[in-house]
Each structure stands twice: as C-alpha cells, then as structure tokens.
C-alpha cells in the first residue's frame, strides 16, 4: 500500500538558518504533491503544491522540490522565524478527486 | 468570509450514542472532505464528496454515514460511537477535484468514553 514517510523527530533549528524537511513515498507516483502547515489545536493551512512534471516551486521564503525518481520532495525554509515553528505535513493526491494521503508530519522549532 | 466552519468545536460521547458533526462553506467550492487525525498516524480520509449529490467512501468509512445536504454544507453522522473513534475530525473544501488545495475548518476534538 501507499506510504508517505515524514522524520517523526522534531527539527529544531536557529533563527536565520534554512530548515529543510523531507517527504519520501512508496508504491505510488502522484500527479502533484502539496504540503501544508499546521499549529496546535488548528487544522492544516495549505502552503505550495507541486505538480510531477514541476522540478520545483517557490513562495517567498519557501522552496518545494519534487524527485519523482527519487520519491521525494523537500520542504526549504530559508531565513527561518520563531513564527515558522509548527507542524508541517506532505500530502499526496491518490485516485482521483483531489483526496490527499497525508505524512504524519515533523514538528519544526525555530530558536532565537 | 468565513471559509470552513465546523461544529462543535468539542464533543464527548458516550459509547453508543450517535451524533452528526456539521460543516459548512462559504468559498463555493463544489468538492468537500471529512478526515480524521489520530497522533502518529496522520490525517485519513473518512468520506468525501465530488460534487453537490455525490459522496463516496475514503480509507476509513467504517462505523460513519455522510450527507451532501447543498452545496455549501456536508455532514458526518456516528450512528453507534464506540471509543475508536475518539479522534479529532476535519472538513475540507476544495475548488474542483484536480491540481487544487484543500482549506481546513478548525476541527472537532471528539471523545468517546
């Protein structure tokens, strides 16, 4: 069946730095790949969606990549904030309709 | 403008009792989602809804009934809650069905003793 592994481990990282974030899937090639951010208490917000014939795709401090060789999609973060800390989540379109499978997600803290 | 409004934001139920959580959009989005999320095991699709008169199941549809009733508003109905579906639930909205992001209520944190 389809797996989407995101490091459950949280990523704790210094303000100003770049966090990168990894998304690796199995036994499936999407058509697009989105991912999302979530605070505590709060559902998803959505934050870059990226298409398989799309190497990769930027929104102001945020870069996505998408290695549909590899399965693979890293999530940048460059410049970080203390306000970037939250829960981050891959997510996957599966047969149609726009239906998502989602990663678990990893947690980013940014410190001062 | 709203976005996606779910109802309640808090639920306790007692195993057996039924209940129906309500959502509502305000953006004209033609497709609608129920998920659930569980810790450690990400956010799983329940049931979701193409198009105003349409539903199908997703991953987990077990022990949950759904109605598109417009529109605007997708319900999810527990008829028989059981303590496994202690959970907290979200419904989504999109445009259309394809290349689309999908917009989160805020949640319904239920539980079932």
């Known amino acids: 069946s389809q797996k989407i592994e995101q490091n459950s481990e949280a990523l704790n990282i210094q303000e100003g730095k770049t966090a990168t974030l990894t998304c690796n899937y199995t036994?499936?090639?999407?058509?697009?790949l989105q991912w999302y951010r979530q605070d505590p208490g709060r559902g998803p917000v959505f934050l870059l969606l990226?298409?398989?014939?799309?190497k990769e795709k930027r929104k102001e401090r945020l870069k996505v990549t998408f290695d549909t060789t590899l399965k693979q999609s890293l999530f940048h973060i460059t410049a970080s904030q203390p306000a970037d800390s939250a829960t981050y989540l891959c997510?996957?379109?599966?047969?149609?309709?726009?239906?998502?499978?989602f990663g678990t997600g990893t947690q980013l803290k940014v410190e001062l | 403008n709203a976005g996606v409004t779910q109802t309640p934001k808090f639920q306790v139920l007692k195993t057996g009792q039924s209940m129906t959580l309500q959502c509502a959009q305000d953006m004209n989005h033609n497709s609608m989602y129920w998920y659930r999320q569980d810790p450690g095991m990400g956010l799983r699709l329940i049931y979701y809804?193409?198009?105003?008169?349409?539903?199908d199941k997703g991953e987990v549809p077990n022990g949950y009934n759904v109605s598109r009733l417009n529109k605007r508003e997708f319900s999810l109905r527990l008829e028989s809650a059981a303590p496994s579906q202690t959970s907290v639930y979200f419904c989504a909205s999109s445009e259309g069905t394809v290349n689309t992001e999908a917009f989160f209520g805020q949640g319904t944190r239920l539980t079932v003793v």
């Open positions: 990226i298409r398989e014939n799309e």
């Open positions: 997510a996957l379109e599966k047969g149609g309709g726009n239906k998502l499978t």
């Open positions: 036994n499936y090639s999407p058509a697009y």
């Open positions: 809804s193409a198009s105003e008169g349409t539903t």
